[in-house]
DNA sequence: CATAGTACTGTAAACGTTAACAGAAACATT
DNA sequence: AATGTTTCTGTTAACGTTTACAGTACTATG
């Protein structure tokens, strides 16, 4: 392996200077830097980034946490998160967690072993740990959870108003005509719906609405947790149709989810939208092709992206104080809600 | 920073000995290995993984190279490969990189940047750039392609006969009835379609069958290139539709793709599969969950996933030999393919 | 009792880089 | 001519590990 004592060599300057080249410092002189430039060109040297790390005790890489399965929501989050980050020269390096893990620990370890400068969370629910979170000391940016009442320095975040889209979502369907309402969640886990979770949240939204309306609504029948992703949208869906046989339309808190209740709702013999009424939330390419047309909240996963990387750069940079920003969303109409039949 | 000499001043003994203790060597008391272990869990100490790389040369992580935009094709097996290698106690790192970036040189780079033990390529071609490949000397997987030709003694390679799978697929519409089959492809560039390149090869498998049953096909008219994504699909669709009107059956080669066509179709006025039959490659979850179900050559993502991940530790481990397999695929009947009308 | 082996421990030299510091040379200023 | 300033360059001490080597203190063996 050619180190840096190689090019010093070969170029007869010292490895100070040929650092000082490396790094773009000013105090080299325009043969010195050429010549050098020249050999390491020639060498087809590559600086070790470990020995640099351990010098600069800091990657040069932003880290993306991603929690849960494989989703193509945050797939196409991450893509725009991976371009944005690209155009400026930074590095991007994603890490997925189980949906069981916690977050906010293995941020932690993370940043123990790898040292990025900057953290990037999507999914999950930093809330819960909290206390944990304190001893993470480099800018985060949580892009799935307004964080604004968590209080740290060092975390923004950027996420449309989960109450607010969910309210607007079943409002949707009940100016369709709808009443008999069922809800499919994206909690994996039906205890765990509290404070600052996703599900609770956009209930939240939903409850609101349903009261408004003076339309009754039993938790307990009318929603069915899930996880993100088609077969279990498409259980839930299910459990939905045994638990609640005269349910008119489904909110389903995620488009992944949406498409698989569409198919459970065909191999129970629905008609979507005829026979019942489907709105997503997130807006996926995939939920815009298919037959029908998805209706869903779409989320601007783009502007997201960009408002996140755009605000961990700056505070990188000039050391800004962290910003809580929310994303509007807006209620695509699609093709699957329509007036119910009775 | 907690570092290994603040464990040993802490802890009573020489640094030698907490590194020993860190790395499981034998030769450690069990009085020291139980102190030492207690110190270390009570400061939370973290060995620094830079200095230890410094020392040791190489990563603990494997870094997967991406090649393409987000895909839920590659997704699925990214996640299987997460889940193998986790189970074995390795890490793994993704790296997306451009549709038009090269990825042998990224990988160069990323060799010397990141210092993967091993690596694993989804997507691209390697073929294109065998001269430059020869300049990586870790080994790698390939999953997209079969490289058994290309002679790396350090690449492996697990795929589906991509020809055979082609050929199935039509032989598969010819079966069913059909003629008039266009062919949406994967690939970017029309021009781009030379040996070892996806589409060459699938629609070499076409060729041969449409040859074998005495039906004429035209590369110009009845195959229109594209990109692995429903947007692309659906544009390409209509250009089909456009140039080659009478069609009756499409076959896509990916099913992200053949998605895209179905809402084409529905926006062009053909009812699937009543008036256009559709089969897609790849079997993605979300084909299996659309309405009508897709008709699609499915790949099994996650046994791809396991014989690279398998592969590859074992000559991480064992310098066994690169081997190359292939991946039986099998056809999905669906509900997109039917006797056309005429 | 001498010797050899065993079980453990400490020391110190690397790994490849950065950056603080000092020194040299050239030039400018008094 | 002496001094100060600027511009460049070399030297060297870190950064936090691992590991070869050398030691020490036991225990076992002849």
């Given at each position: 392996?050619?180190?840096?004592?190689?090019?010093a060599?070969?170029?007869?300057y010292?490895?100070?200077?040929?650092?000082?080249?490396?790094?773009?410092?000013?105090?080299?002189?325009e043969?010195?830097?050429?010549?050098?430039?020249?050999?390491?060109?020639?060498?087809?040297?590559?600086?070790?980034s470990?020995?640099?790390?351990?010098k600069?005790?800091?990657?040069?890489?932003?880290?993306?946490?991603?929690?849960?399965?494989?989703?193509?929501?945050?797939?196409?989050?991450?893509?725009?998160?991976?371009?944005?980050?690209r155009?400026?020269?930074?590095?991007?390096i994603?890490?997925y967690?189980?949906?069981?893990?916690?977050?906010?620990?293995?941020?932690?370890?993370?940043c123990?072993?790898?040292k990025?400068?900057?953290l990037?969370?999507?999914?999950?629910?930093?809330?819960?740990f909290?206390k944990?979170f304190?001893?993470?000391?480099?800018?985060c940016?949580l892009?799935?959870?307004?964080?604004?009442?968590?209080?740290?320095?060092?975390?923004?975040?950027?996420c449309?108003?989960?109450?607010?889209?969910s309210?607007e979502?079943?409002d949707f369907?009940?100016?369709?005509?709808h009443k008999k309402?069922?809800?499919?969640?994206?909690s994996?886990?039906?205890?765990?719906?509290?404070?600052?979770?996703?599900?609770y949240?956009?209930?939240?939204?939903c409850e609101a609405?349903?009261?408004?309306y003076?339309?009754?609504?039993?938790?307990?029948?009318q929603?069915?947790?899930?996880?993100?992703s088609?077969p279990?949208?498409?259980?839930a869906?299910?459990?939905?149709f045994?638990?609640?046989?005269?349910?008119?339309?489904l909110?389903c808190?995620?488009?992944?989810?949406?498409?698989?209740?569409?198919?459970a709702?065909a191999?129970?013999?629905?008609k979507?939208?005829?026979?019942?009424?489907?709105?997503g939330y997130?807006?996926?390419?995939?939920?815009?092709?298919?037959v029908?047309r998805?209706?869903s909240v779409?989320?601007?996963?783009e502007?997201?992206?960009?408002?996140g990387?755009?605000?961990?750069l700056i505070?990188?940079?000039y050391?800004?104080?962290?910003q809580?920003?929310?994303?509007?969303f807006?209620v695509?109409?699609?093709?699957?809600?329509?007036?119910?039949?009775?």
């Amino acid at each position: 392996m050619t180190t840096i004592k190689d090019i010093a060599r070969l170029s007869g300057y010292s490895i100070g200077t040929v650092s000082r080249v490396i790094n773009q410092h000013p105090d080299v002189s325009e043969e010195a830097r050429r010549k050098v430039e020249e050999v390491i060109r020639r060498e087809g040297y590559q600086p070790n980034s470990n020995a640099k790390l351990l010098k600069q005790r800091s990657t040069s890489s932003i880290t993306v946490l991603v929690k849960g399965r494989m989703n193509i929501f945050f797939g196409s989050i991450i893509e725009h998160i991976q371009t944005e980050l690209r155009e400026s020269g930074e590095e991007a390096i994603v890490e997925y967690i189980d949906d069981f893990d916690n977050e906010v620990l293995s941020a932690i370890q993370l940043c123990n072993e790898r040292k990025p400068k900057g953290l990037i969370f999507l999914g999950g629910n930093i809330e819960y740990f909290r206390k944990d979170f304190a001893r993470i000391d480099i800018p985060c940016v949580l892009l799935t959870n307004n964080a604004s009442s968590l209080g740290f320095a060092n975390l923004s975040s950027f996420c449309t108003d989960d109450t607010a889209g969910s309210a607007e979502a079943v409002d949707f369907l009940i100016r369709a005509g709808h009443k008999k309402i069922g809800i499919v969640g994206g909690s994996a886990d039906e205890d765990d719906v509290g404070e600052g979770h996703i599900d609770y949240e956009r209930l939240r939204g939903c409850e609101a609405v349903f009261h408004k309306y003076g339309i009754p609504f039993d938790r307990r029948y009318q929603y069915v947790p899930s996880r993100f992703s088609m077969p279990d949208g498409y259980d839930a869906a299910m459990k939905m149709f045994e638990r609640f046989p005269d349910v008119t339309a489904l909110f389903c808190l995620s488009d992944i989810i949406a498409l698989g209740a569409m198919r459970a709702a065909a191999d129970s013999g629905r008609k979507v939208p005829d026979d019942l009424s489907i709105i997503g939330y997130d807006g996926i390419p995939y939920s815009y092709y298919s037959v029908p047309r998805l209706s869903s909240v779409q989320q601007d996963a783009e502007l997201i992206a960009r408002k996140g990387v755009e605000d961990l750069l700056i505070r990188l940079n000039y050391s800004r104080p962290a910003q809580h920003e929310i994303i509007p969303f807006r209620v695509l109409a699609g093709e699957t809600v329509k007036k119910p039949k009775e």
